[in-house]
């Protein structure tokens, strides 16, 4: 049970070992990309593809994977299963799409470096120090302990925690959500979410308001204002009223601005759907005319979630889901269905915490998107 620190640049071949943890050390100033690297892998004859240095392993296993970024490395990670992630000095590390199970220690942030928490779960604690920051978006936090220190800033954007973050010293957290959400237009749509900053007893940036917009284009939004600036911390509560008399049914993109006591403000966008009620015609510009995924919701799910998606014929269409190493954990085929928006319920109350991809196929297209599960 060896324990193995490789650097950038370095040459090594390992025969029948086996590693109870492999950390991979990254110093140099470029831009190094990893990814489909996971926890408890045997080989038997392979080189580890990460491409500033040459590791090979034959007929052994690695129980951990960790990363160390320093210096002014970019290191970006994808598609992985690993135990720990430390970045420090000017670094900056982008994890996107993979779970930290803790079993190498926990992501942490360091000195003046960034790591950045995109789709992903972490099952270990967060930590914030010095000068650095720590951002998570659409990603689960389901660790212990959050905790940022000293001048680190942390920024939690539509992030599921199971512990109170913590700002400690000059610190501070910002915390936002406003996960997908839908109801029907021509009516009072209350908004639900968080919107608060948590400052260290040493820190002076203290929440002064926040605001609700919303866009009916999400890739060239005109932000309208949905109840004008409200002063009072929420957490998990209702965050505004949005009157949606005389919008058209369809999809919306919403945002959220922290507004704080330094002059300066932090946002946050999210979606939401607005459907006609039974009995009126929907507009026809906003009914998509071609096969489309959306996102599932609620998203991260805990056992079940729900999976829609539009045809425009009938079709034939089948519903799978793989797992973060590509491996199929659940097929079901639905024939025949007719035109129209269609919603899957899926159940994977029998699957472990983790990121998941679902593929959603017609017998000549398919689309996927990324779902997370957490337990």
């Known amino acids: 049970m060896w324990g193995l620190i490789s650097e950038n640049g370095s040459e090594a071949v390992f025969r029948d070992t086996r590693f109870r943890t492999v950390g991979l050390m990254f110093k140099q100033s470029d831009s190094v990309h990893v990814s489909n ?5 045997s080989h038997t004859n392979d080189v580890i593809g990460v491409p500033d240095r040459h590791l090979k392993l034959i007929n052994s296993d690695v129980q951990t994977w960790s990363y160390y970024a320093s210096g002014e490395v970019r290191l970006t990670i994808e598609n992985s299963v690993f135990g720990e992630c430390l970045s420090q000095d000017s670094s900056h590390v982008t994890i996107n799409n993979s779970v930290c199970d803790g079993t190498g220690g926990y992501i942490g942030a360091f000195n003046k470096s960034a790591t950045i928490v995109v789709g992903s779960m972490i099952r270990s604690q ?3 120090r010095n000068n650095a920051f720590l ?3 659409e990603s689960a936090f389901m660790g212990p302990h959050i905790n940022a220190d000293e001048e680190s800033i942390m920024f939690l954007a539509n992030v599921k925690t199971v512990s109170e973050p913590e700002a400690k010293q000059s610190a501070v957290v910002f915390q936002s959500e406003l996960f997908y959400q839908e109801g ?8 639900h979410g968080t919107a608060r900053i948590k400052s260290g007893p040493e820190c002076d940036i203290q929440l002064e308001g926040y605001k609700l917009h919303y866009s009916p284009a999400a890739q060239d939004p005109v932000w309208r204002t949905v109840d004008g600036m409200r002063h009072n911390p929420v957490y998990r509560g209702q965050l505004g009223i949005w009157p949606t ?3 058209v049914a369809g999809d919306y993109a919403l945002r959220l601005t922290l507004y704080h006591s330094w002059n300066d403000s932090v946002s946050m966008i999210s979606r939401a759907r607005l459907l006609a009620p039974v009995g009126l015609q929907a507009n026809s510009g906003q009914i998509p005319k071609a096969f489309s995924l959306d996102q599932n919701y609620p998203n991260p799910f805990n056992s079940e979630t729900l999976i829609q998606f539009f045809i425009p014929g009938i079709e034939n269409v089948s519903l799978q889901v793989y797992n973060i190493l590509g491996n199929l954990v659940f097929e079901k085929q639905y024939p025949m269905l007719k035109p129209g928006h269609h919603t899957l319920r899926f159940n994977g109350k029998d699957l472990p915490s983790g990121v998941y991809i679902y593929r959603v196929c017609t017998d000549e297209l398919e689309l996927k998107k990324r779902m997370m599960l957490y337990k």
Do not use: Q
């Open 184 to 191: 029907n237009i021509d009516s009072e749509f209350p908004l």
């Open 126 to 128: 967060a930590v914030s």
């Open 37 to 41: 690297i996971t926890n408890s892998s």
């Open 245 to 247: 008399h005389g919008l």
């Open 135 to 137: 951002i998570g978006a």
